[in-house]
């Protein structure tokens, strides 16, 4: 016995210690190590998003698919997706009632046992209860089922599933938001490549006024001045070419970082896709009725539907304060085993309700209930002011559409009358009329006018794009006429719609 006391002393003491050493001790993180771990892991990532498979050259859908598929943001939605499954899932689960297992196992050194006083005499007695042994090994398997925690735990599973589909709304218009931001980047570059392409083809032309003019300087037959003038339009043409080829590159590298691939990831672009015939399938401005527009928008906005979705989250938080102001009812059920050899039945099944109620906190909930209640008016006043915000944003859009069309025509009539000029000017220079300065003017005239109608025709497709958008319209239906579209019908798709899932790297480009 006495050596049984020391071995549990010791045991104390050593535990003790080892809790002592435990708080004492400071926690201390390797940041440099951390770091040099998670870039390397970030790299790698990195340098595989660099050899990923992808069509050779980019259409402008290949160009929407890919960021869809890969864009940062637009994987970090898909994981947080995944989080509110889960979520989702964890609340259905909690409507199950409680199953709980216990088990003990014991010893004491001495026996349980009990004795009793007499009041009146004095006298002790040895007790009449039930003996138990040193070892005691009790098991105890519980059923219980609380009604109103089922109610509850009900309302908070359909919360969940609704906060699901308004995430899934979110990652919705984030995508069309994307696919606009992409869009811009795509016809951006494909129009300054097709400049660049204009802009060198006229730099050699112009070149060889410029050799002409140094032949004749140098003939003593041309005034250096005159060949000074053509010179200057020469170099002003390279500034221009390697302005334009930055500005590529530029481009390229904000494009592959929408697209979410690496800035050196190196990608073509097709230029079989024509701005011209992607401009004609946009609708002229003074044929669209704009109250259309209104509908369409209103019908379509992902918004909306969560704003739908919300008043039907505050809905369900005012019933379950107005539910847990009822008494909760459990029932339960037990099956025990206590294996007490002086108990004639070590096994026994017990059943039971119970109902409690606490009346001073009702107070508290009913104010609670009032305002869960009254933020149901607030939910159902902010869709509305959403309502009339996307109405004064649809026409905003239009305007901008309208406006920036009407100045697209504007720069395209004076390209058009640039190159008119341009090619009158290399007729009349065959014939002696127009000298080679005039001519290497009217060049760089029709370079400045051809890139800022291109500049106003990348404006014009934002802002049309911007427009759809605005709609609530997806990608994939910014290809159908907006003067056809019916204005009443709702997106087919609604209830099923969500990003597409993350690309796989496949190696090297094909």
């Known amino acids: 016995?006495?050596?049984?006391?020391?071995?549990?002393?010791?045991?104390?003491?050593?535990?003790?210690?080892?809790?002592?050493?435990?708080?004492?001790?400071?926690?201390?993180?390797?940041?440099?190590?951390?770091?040099?771990?998670?870039?390397?892991?970030?790299?790698?990532?990195?340098?595989?998003?660099?050899?990923?498979?992808?069509?050779?050259?980019?259409?402008?859908?290949d160009v929407i698919k890919i960021g869809t598929q890969n864009n940062l943001e637009m994987r970090i939605s898909r994981i947080m997706a995944d989080i509110e499954k889960d979520n989702a899932l964890a609340e259905k689960l909690n409507m199950l009632p409680q199953l709980s297992l216990s088990g003990n196992l014991g010893y004491r050194n001495s026996y349980n046992i009990s004795k009793y006083q007499d009041v009146n005499t004095g006298q002790e007695?040895?007790?009449?209860?039930?003996?138990?042994?040193?070892?005691?090994?009790?098991?105890?398997?519980?059923?219980?089922?609380?009604?109103?925690?089922?109610?509850?735990?009900?309302?908070?599973?359909?919360?969940?599933?609704?906060?699901?589909?308004?995430?899934?709304?979110?990652?919705?218009?984030?995508?069309?938001?994307?696919?606009?931001?992409?869009?811009?980047?795509?016809?951006?570059?494909?129009?300054?490549?097709?400049?660049?392409?204009?802009?060198?083809?006229?730099e050699a032309e112009a070149t060889e006024y410029k050799t002409r003019a140094e032949a004749l300087v140098a003939q003593k037959r041309l005034d250096p001045f005159i060949a000074k003038g053509i010179e200057k339009q020469v170099s002003d043409l390279s500034i221009t070419s390697n302005n334009l080829q930055a500005e590529i590159t530029a481009v390229k590298i904000e494009l592959a970082k929408l697209m979410g691939l690496s800035p050196v990831t190196r990608f073509d672009l097709s230029g079989e896709s024509s701005a011209e015939a992607y401009?004609?399938?946009?609708?002229?401005?003074?044929?669209?009725?704009?109250?259309?527009?209104?509908?369409?928008?209103?019908?379509?906005?992902?918004?909306?539907?969560?704003?739908?979705?919300?008043?039907?989250?505050?809905?369900?938080?005012?019933?379950s304060v107005l539910m847990s102001m009822f008494p909760g009812i459990r029932l339960s059920a037990s099956q025990n085993f206590d294996y007490n050899s002086f108990l004639l039945n070590t096994t026994w099944s017990s059943m039971g309700i119970s109902?409690?109620?606490?009346?001073?906190?009702?107070?508290?909930?009913?104010?609670?209930?009032?305002?869960?209640?009254?933020?149901?008016?607030?939910?159902?006043?902010?869709?509305?002011?959403?309502?009339?915000?996307?109405?004064?944003?649809?026409?905003?859009?239009?305007?901008?559409?309208?406006?920036?069309?009407?100045?697209?025509?504007?720069?395209?009539?004076?390209?058009?009358?640039?190159?008119?000029?341009?090619?009158?000017?290399?007729?009349?220079?065959?014939?002696?009329?127009?000298?080679?300065v005039q001519i290497t003017q009217r060049m760089m005239e029709t370079v400045v006018s051809k890139l800022q109608r291109d500049r106003s025709l990348t404006d014009v497709m934002n802002s049309y794009n911007m427009l759809l958008v605005t709609l609530g319209l997806n990608f994939e239906q910014w290809s159908e006429k907006l003067a056809q579209m019916n204005e009443n019908a709702m997106p087919e798709d609604i209830q099923t719609r969500d990003i597409a899932p993350e690309a796989k790297p496949l190696g090297g480009n094909k």
């Open 355 to 436: 109902v409690a109620e606490n009346i001073l906190a009702l107070p508290s909930k009913y104010m609670s209930w009032k305002a869960k209640d009254k933020t149901v008016s607030m939910v159902k006043a902010q869709r509305l002011m959403l309502t009339a915000g996307i109405i004064a944003q649809v026409h905003m859009a239009f305007h901008d559409y309208r406006t920036k069309e009407k100045q697209f025509r504007l720069y395209h009539n004076a390209w058009m009358i640039s190159e008119d000029l341009l090619n009158m000017s290399r007729e009349r220079n065959k014939l002696g009329t127009v000298t080679d």
């Open 125 to 202: 007695y040895l007790g009449s209860s039930t003996n138990q042994e040193k070892a005691t090994k009790l098991m105890n398997i519980d059923l219980s089922w609380n009604i109103l925690d089922f109610g509850l735990s009900y309302l908070r599973a359909r919360q969940s599933a609704m906060g699901t589909e308004i995430k899934r709304m979110e990652r919705i218009r984030q995508s069309q938001k994307l696919a606009v931001d992409l869009s811009a980047a795509y016809w951006r570059a494909v129009l300054t490549a097709k400049d660049l392409e204009r802009v060198k083809a006229i």
């Open 1 to 61: 016995m006495k050596k049984n006391r020391i071995k549990i002393g010791l045991a104390s003491v050593l535990l003790s210690a080892m809790l002592l050493s435990g708080c004492t001790s400071q926690y201390r993180v390797d940041l440099v190590k951390q770091r040099r771990d998670n870039l390397a892991e970030e790299l790698k990532l990195i340098q595989v998003r660099e050899t990923m498979s992808f069509p050779d050259p980019l259409t402008l859908d």
């Open 279 to 319: 401009l004609e399938n946009m609708p002229d401005s003074s044929k669209v009725d704009p109250r259309k527009l209104e509908i369409v928008s209103l019908n379509h906005r992902p918004e909306l539907f969560s704003a739908d979705l919300e008043e039907k989250v505050r809905h369900d938080e005012a019933r």
